[in-house]
């Protein structure tokens, strides 16, 4: 079996060691080796990263208890290797884990409430506890008690208890039975079965923020950050306040009162606006159909408008049609092509079979009636093309009459 070093010192990056079993797992190469500093993904902590002489560790799985080292290529020649362990995720993990022990444990002593489950992912770390809900108010001071218990930099010990000095200790977890637990003890505060990497000091795992918080699985589930990543977070959250604060000339306590007053503003002029379109429909109706020629006693509309919704399309040609026996072709371009026809209502004309025999030609989506169809098509220069084919043929066909 693999001994594991990085339980004697998670400060530990290089070491020596010898390839014990090499083997294929999904085309990759994964070795064995005699000890490694290497943590594979165990106990809701990812694994580290590092290179093995000079090639990189992707991945490090724990299987029938051997520690599987997944590299970048195989390995060849002597079995002797040079371990190293990428210190920055290393630390990060150390960091994520210590923390998320203090806030467990600050749970307990606030609120009486277990972790049933933490995950400490690449992006996010999040403890699950047994609560019906959970307030800002609780949030803001289970941080406090947390960083307060960071700001006292009290030890980190490593235990080995036998059964019954284990039986004694106030394990905030109960530990696999039969077996010499590792407990990881923060002094004078959580006691705790874990196998992972921690801080030797509470001090080292830096700031302890809770994010966010809400209901998973009849549980409460609260995200966090600790350390490195809570200061990152810090950073972003500052440059955005900072760019709000600048872009709209406004200060820190002032921002939620200026985006309440630009919402309601936006909302006027969407009222506005959208009064505007109608009168302008109104007068865009009235100008196509007097300009428009007639074939037959029916006058034939036709125009392309840029950027203009399938609504508007609509109810412009609705407005057209009202003003006597019309065919009205429609269209608009920009990052939608649209169309809308319709006609009168009394006239002997199917539209939805000139759209029909043109449906391939310019790959056409939609339908309607044979007094009124509406679409889309992927090209601007296929819609074009569609409604000038398409007045001619109707043009043809209203001259047949
Ligand atoms: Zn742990």
Same mark, same amino acid.
Request: hydrophobic residues 35%.
């Given at each position: ?7 004697? %010192? ?45 090639? /990189? ?28 362990? %990428? ?25 009486? =409430? ?8 690449? %992006? ?16 803001? =001071? ?21 059964? =019954? ?31 992972? =990497? ?48 600048? %872009? ?139 409604? /000038? ?13």
């Amino acid at each position: 079996m693999t001994k594991r070093l990085y339980r004697e %010192d998670p400060y530990r990056t290089e070491f020596e060691s010898q390839i014990i079993e090499r083997l294929e797992i999904d085309g990759k190469t994964g070795l064995i080796l005699e000890e490694t500093l290497f943590y594979p993904t165990s106990g809701g902590q990812l694994h580290d990263t590092g290179l093995i002489n000079d090639v /990189k560790v992707i991945d490090v799985i724990e299987k029938d208890r051997k520690i599987i080292h997944i590299v970048e290529k195989n390995i060849i020649g002597e079995s002797g290797i040079t371990g190293k362990v %990428d210190w920055n995720r290393r630390f990060d993990h150390m960091q994520q884990h210590t923390g998320q022990h203090i806030l467990s444990q600050s749970l307990i002593r606030l609120f009486n =409430t277990a972790t049933v489950s933490s995950y400490l992912g690449n %992006d996010f770390s999040t403890i699950d506890i047994e609560k019906e809900s959970f307030s800002e108010v609780e949030a803001n =001071t289970a941080e406090i008690e947390a960083n307060n218990w960071v700001f006292k930099n009290v030890l980190v010990n490593i235990l080995y208890p036998d059964e =019954t000095e284990a039986l004694n200790m106030p394990l905030r977890k109960t530990p696999p039975p039969g077996k010499r637990t590792r407990i990881v003890n923060i002094e004078g505060y959580d006691h705790s079965p874990c196998g992972g =990497t921690h801080c030797s000091r509470t001090g080292e795992v830096g700031i302890i923020k809770i994010l966010k918080w809400g209901r998973m699985r009849g549980n409460i589930r609260l995200d966090f950050y600790c350390g490195q990543r809570a200061l990152a977070d810090y950073r972003n959250k500052n440059c955005l306040i900072n760019t709000i604060k600048s %872009d709209f000339s406004v200060n820190e306590d002032g921002i939620i009162e200026k985006l309440t007053k630009l919402e309601e503003e936006n909302k006027d002029l969407r009222k506005f606006n959208s009064e505007l379109n109608l009168k302008l429909i109104d007068s865009k109706a009235v100008e196509l159909y007097s300009e428009a020629d007639s074939v037959n006693n029916v006058k034939i509309i036709h125009s392309v408008f840029e950027d203009l919704e399938i609504k508007n399309l609509q109810n412009i040609a609705k407005k057209i049609a009202e003003n006597g026996d019309s065919v009205v072709i429609l269209g608009s371009s920009g990052d939608k092509p649209s169309f809308v026809f319709l006609h009168s209502g009394n006239i002997d004309l199917n539209l939805q079979k000139i759209l029909n025999n043109q449906r391939e030609q310019f790959d056409i989506k939609g339908g309607g009636s044979s007094s009124m169809v509406q679409g889309g098509l992927q090209e601007n220069s296929a819609l074009l093309d569609f409604i /000038k084919a398409s007045v001619d043929i109707i043009y043809k066909e209203l001259q047949s009459l």
